[in-house]
């Protein structure tokens, strides 16, 4: 996601924003943080026993997807001493949307991992304080795992030498030949080049800055909730698009807190806004979804000092020699099928530190607690339907060895509780839901998840010569445009590597979908040629990069036809908010009577990003723990976790 990727502020008004909760709810957010359910999850987890302790540690759970959402269910579940977790994965791989491309050490074309997938991380922390003090969870396993990472090298930022802006065919700038204008942003402050751009930034972020600045006063707050009830019924049925040029509000009052106006851009301000946002990538992919996704992404902190996760290494860039498994030339599921190893490195990492990493609180790694049991981990296993039984069991049926349908064979396990966390459109296309009544299962819920928009994304890798980075002065780190490529990232972990790497073009929704007739090869091709073309086209850089770039090792990835996935992230279309955050109440409304749980980023409201996965995932912990009166720690008590609000 590019929305508000160069957007700091919160993390900045943060340092002014309340410091202390109130004695009355001694769990609330703080400020940077998702806006819905105001809670503190990270207080929760990292305490010394995690969640809470276990009094039927025989509950039998099925976790469905062994992506980062079921991957941390299972250790969270594990840490609560809970005994008889199953977890099933379709793939032969763990992680998910979470897809790290390894280079190889051992060959001579070694590249910086490809990060195919998410691949920079908001830690909700405030300026003055380092990543791994955020109150995120996000922050918290960062910190657990030992997992190294630096500042993203977003387009835009001070982290990018500079970013080269191609729009209307270089005509934007008024020169008299085509140029590409060079943004230098070396103090993290410098506005954008051009009148033009300049125009569209001050327009997006006076109004960014106020209503960050009014958020950040009140989150956490017993007045909370009702500010954040009034700006939801005061945007969720605008599309972006629209408040992009609804009249700007000079002045925000109390007597109507939810209103903070729009940004007041004419027709070729929004244009522009839509191609390029101010300079960090194009919004145009974000333009015709409710508007209360790109502001709760841009005021919230997603978008704030985001970070590349370098994997579980030292500062060469080597694994820790206590990574379990690192050097094994195989690992097994609990059948013997062979899945995946670690290595430890990428953002890949971390959800092999779910895995593989023992808790400090228990005698094994949650892998080897899965190992014990003959269908503990399931990998090469696609769920095919859910059963709920009349004896308040649910019975979960899989076809084993699902990769080969000359072997695969079905099988089914019946279940105490499932924790289902595939993205729903698998859902609604692979999985049978049955006897699940309508009080178990209601037919909105069933609707929201059916009509959930899944964006397309489409990612085309390759390796890039050290001697760009290093060397070359003329071509710019970042370049955003308005052409099919969009927008073309370049950086690099550490030296170790042979190669750095180039995203030589990162797009969404119709940007991607205009991409889907061509081969691999021929995308590869394309956008090469592509950027050469615009680069030869401005007058004041007249030079190829396709020189630079091993087009010939370029790896795409196209998440709206990956068979795990069949999208990227979930979004939701201006007056399908409130059916969304009905997806997020269900675990609390519903699951205790149906033995579902709901859970991850097809259950949230916050598309593209791994927190919402996280939160999700502990989300349904907290409930399994309720349902089986588990003794919470901390003094924690149900009491405590705050309801999410809809419309009535």
């Known amino acids: 996601m590019t929305i508000g990727s160069s957007y700091n502020y919160p993390a900045h008004v943060a340092k002014n924003a309340r410091k202390k909760r109130s004695p009355h709810t001694p769990w609330a957010g703080r400020f940077p943080n998702p806006p819905d359910l105001c809670f503190d999850y990270r207080a929760l987890v990292e305490q010394e026993n995690g969640i809470a302790k276990a009094t039927d540690p ?7 997807g062994a992506g980062v959402t079921g991957l941390t269910a299972a250790r969270e579940l594990h840490r609560c001493g809970f005994t008889r977790i199953t977890l099933i994965e379709q793939s032969t791989r763990i992680g998910g949307r979470h897809l790290t491309v390894p280079g190889s050490r051992n060959s001579e074309a070694s590249h910086t991992p490809f990060e195919m997938g998410a691949m920079r991380m908001p830690f909700f922390n405030r300026a003055d304080e380092s990543p791994t003090e955020g109150r995120s ?17 977003n387009p835009g930022s001070q982290f990018v030498t500079s970013t080269g802006i191609y729009l209307r065919e270089g005509s934007m700038g008024g020169a008299e030949t085509p140029q590409m204008l060079i943004w230098k942003n070396d103090d993290g402050n410098t506005a954008p080049p051009g009148e033009e751009l300049r125009a569209v930034h001050a327009k997006w972020k006076a109004f960014a800055d106020r209503m960050t600045r009014h958020v950040a006063q009140v989150y956490g707050s017993p007045e909370w909730e009702v500010m954040w009830a009034a700006i939801v019924e005061k ?34 301000e929004s244009a522009t806004f839509y191609a390029i946002g101010i300079g960090d990538g194009s919004w145009g992919a974000f333009y015709d979804v409710c508007s209360l996704y790109p502001l709760r992404t841009a005021i919230f902190g ?21 990574c379990p498994h690192l050097k094994s030339k195989a690992v097994f599921d609990s059948t013997g099928l062979r899945f995946d190893q670690p290595r430890y490195l990428g953002l890949a990492a971390l959800n092999e530190c779910l895995l593989f990493l023992k808790p400090a609180e228990t005698e094994k ?4 607690r899965c190992l014990e049991r003959p269908k503990g981990l399931l990998t090469d296993s696609s769920v095919t339907k859910i059963r709920k039984l009349g004896n308040q069991q649910t019975r979960v049926y899989y076809n084993w060895k699902h990769s080969q349908p000359e072997h695969a064979q079905e099988h089914y396990e019946d279940f105490d509780s499932v924790i289902l966390t595939l993205p729903s459109w698998l859902i609604e296309t692979r999985i049978k839901l049955e006897n699940f009544t309508p009080q178990m299962l209601p037919f909105e819920t069933i609707h929201a998840y059916k009509t959930a928009h899944w964006e397309t994304s489409c990612k085309v890798f390759a390796p890039l010569k050290k001697s760009f980075l290093s060397g070359n002065s003329k071509i710019p780190q970042a370049i955003v445009t308005d052409s099919f490529i969009h927008d073309v990232y370049t950086y690099r972990y550490n030296d170790k590597y042979s190669y750095d790497c180039i995203l030589l073009s990162y797009t969404w929704e119709d940007d991607a979908t205009k991409l889907a007739t061509f081969s691999d090869k021929e995308l590869v091709t394309r956008c090469a040629d592509e950027l050469d073309r615009i680069l030869l086209k401005s007058t004041n850089i007249q030079q190829r990069i396709s020189p630079y770039i091993g087009l010939e090792q370029a790896v795409v990835q196209r998440w709206i036809t990956d068979k795990n996935a069949l999208g990227c992230a979930k979004l939701y279309r201006p007056g399908a908010y409130y059916d969304a955050v009905s997806l997020m109440k269900y675990n609390r409304d519903f699951a205790h009577v149906s033995g579902l749980y709901l859970s991850g980023e097809s259950f949230s409201v916050d598309a593209g990003w791994t927190e919402p996965c996280f939160r999700g995932a502990v989300d349904a912990v907290i409930h399994i723990c309720n349902k089986t009166a588990a003794t919470f720690n901390g003094g924690f008590s149900m009491a405590d976790y705050p309801h999410y609000a809809v419309a009535t």
């Not at 972006?240 to 106006?261: H, K, Q």
């Open 58 to 64: 025989h509950h039998r759970i099925c976790i469905i």
């Open 137 to 153: 969870l996000m922050a918290y396993y960062a910190k657990a795992f030992d997992l190294a990472f630096t500042d993203f090298a």
């Open 235 to 268: 945007y969720h049925d605008v599309s972006f698009r629209d408040l992009v040029s609804m009249p700007v509000l000079n002045a925000w009052t109390e007597t109507a807190p939810g209103d903070f106006g729009g940004m007041g851009m004419n027709a070729r």
């Open 302 to 322: 997603f978008s704030s000092q985001l970070q590349l996760i370098q994997g579980r290494v030292d500062a060469n860039g080597d694994p820790l020699t206590d």
């Open 365 to 368: 790694s949650l892998y080897e």
